[in-house]
């Protein structure tokens, strides 16, 4: 079991970054993929998730409406867009598989990619 988190960097206010999580060792279609971050100082927080199928997804209120999670089920992908960042998106940033393909509880994680925001 693998997952392999890319895509950060550093930004500034307002820009954009994409998140990609690669996903190896299970069945693609089968897990729900959530991202989660963690801010220095701070407890890790959930972002966003997507269901074993893509077709649903779930945001926290902090990011609605700037960031999207999508997955490409045949590459066993899923991305994280995140527009419209701001400093306070700073933190590293985690994707995690729930292997029972709810969204519920996250048994592996990836080993995060940072994101800074400056502004």
């Known amino acids: 079991v693998q997952l392999q988190a890319s895509g950060g960097g550093s930004v500034q206010a307002e820009g954009s970054l994409r998140l990609s999580c690669v996903v190896s060792?299970?069945?693609?279609?089968?897990?729900?993929v959530g991202w989660f971050r963690r801010a220095p100082g701070k407890d890790r927080e959930f972002v966003a998730s997507?269901?074993?199928?893509?077709?649903?997804?779930y945001n926290t209120d902090f990011v609605e409406g700037r960031f999207a999670i999508s997955r490409d089920i045949g590459k066993n992908t899923v991305h994280l867009q995140m527009n419209s960042l701001k400093p306070e998106d700073s933190a590293i940033y985690y994707c995690?598989?729930?292997?029972?393909?709810?969204?519920?509880?996250?048994?592996?994680w990836g080993q995060g990619t940072l994101v800074t925001v400056s502004s």
């Open positions: 995690a598989v729930d292997s029972n393909g709810l969204g519920e509880v996250y048994h592996y």
């Open positions: 060792g299970f069945a693609s279609g089968t897990i729900a």
């Open positions: 997507v269901n074993r199928g893509g077709d649903r997804t």
